[in-house]
């Protein structure tokens, strides 16, 4: 399993593409696969782990992340020999090695962070796997073998009564996210909004979140651990996704619905995938739309919700998913012998 070092595996708070890693390896462990994660040194696993860097570079400012990132990278794809498969969850740059290797890469595309990345994907397309995380974010030039969405710990969100009397916005925070348009949402509803996430554009958090936050009618909280994520997202009588961008994927609509909580989101992108309007939340296209479906998912079975997390987005379900994919892409190649060792790359 080849993560991302930009944080530990499993993240502290925000990262999504070592919350998929780990989550992944566990499962595969679980089930009696032989893993090697490919990890920060302080990452968490009951796999064995390899480190070249001792921690994250998005929280050591002392480790140079392109440096660690080529050891890390170059680490995996030199001990291939040992492994059937390896599962890259690192994006494209571990691409540039899988010619250079036989045993099989497959490769999660979370997303695509710019037009400009395509011509790696394009290039190793015919030697590579490629696992699209929603169907939405498949690109018409790429060839895939599986899509997969991803998938959580569903028992480790607490069930909510939505007894906060609050609306949450739980990401980022950036113009992609539309933070700023929840704040508009909850100020039309006449309800509270909580902000918790990582600030990904000072500029904008400068100029549209915190002229709004007074600590009563919007608060921001920070980055947010587990407990406190389990927490807000029990309390909130909606998550609002207001995404301006068409995101591949999102873990925190999925957790929402984890904990009982209905997700009122802009129809873009993954959503129509995650979202079932009338049961997990509400699609929409616009403010007065949203502000109406905060309304009408007030409304909604919360353990409903719940039960259908489960149903679709149970980590079982995703690590079974890849297993199977695994299996198949060891089983068509040819001409070597079939060995134990299952290694996995992240981001």
């Known amino acids: ?127 590579t796997h490629y696992v699209a995380i929603s169907d939405a974010d498949r690109h018409p030039d790429l060839t895939y073998a599986a899509t997969i969405h991803h998938g959580i710990d569903v028992d480790a969100f607490s069930p909510g009564a939505g007894d906060g009397g609050y609306l949450l916005f739980l990401g980022r925070i950036h113009p992609d996210k539309g933070t700023a348009t929840a704040i508009e949402v909850a100020r039309r509803a006449g309800l509270p909004l909580v902000i918790a996430g990582v600030v990904h554009d000072e500029e904008y958090h400068r100029r549209e979140v915190l002229p709004h936050v007074d600590g009563e009618h919007v608060r921001y909280v920070g980055p947010v651990g587990p407990d406190q994520r389990d927490r807000l997202l029990g309390g909130a009588v909606a998550l609002l996704h207001l995404i301006d961008f068409d995101e591949p994927f999102g873990l925190s609509v999925v957790e929402s619905m984890a904990a009982g909580t209905p997700v009122v989101a802009y129809r873009r992108g993954s959503m129509p995938e995650l979202v079932t309007p009338g049961s997990t939340g509400f699609l929409v296209d616009d403010v007065p739309g949203a502000v109406t479906a905060v309304v009408a998912a007030a409304a909604l079975d919360r353990g409903a919700c719940r039960r259908e997390a489960r149903a679709r987005f149970a980590a079982d379900r995703m690590v079974a998913d890849y297993e199977r994919l695994f299996a198949r892409v060891v089983a068509e190649q040819r001409g070597r012998p079939r060995r134990t060792a299952v290694a996995n790359l992240a981001r």
């Not at 989550?23 to 696969?33: C, D, I, K, Q, S």
């Open 1 to 127: 399993m080849l993560a991302s070092i930009a944080h530990r595996v499993p993240p502290r708070g925000y990262g999504p593409w070592e919350q998929v890693a780990s989550t992944l390896t566990e499962g595969l462990v679980a089930r009696g696969h032989e893993v090697t994660l490919f990890a920060t040194a302080d990452s968490l696993t009951a796999a064995h782990l390899h480190a070249e860097a001792p921690a994250g570079y998005e929280e050591d400012a002392t480790v140079d992340a392109k440096v660690s990132e080529g050891l890390h990278i170059a680490a995996c794809f030199e001990r291939a020999g040992q492994f059937d498969v390896i599962s890259n969850q690192f994006d494209f740059l571990p691409l540039v090695f899988s010619r250079l290797v036989t045993t099989p890469v497959v490769t999660t595309v979370h997303g695509f962070s710019s037009e400009r990345i395509l011509p790696v994907y394009r290039a190793y397309d015919d030697v």
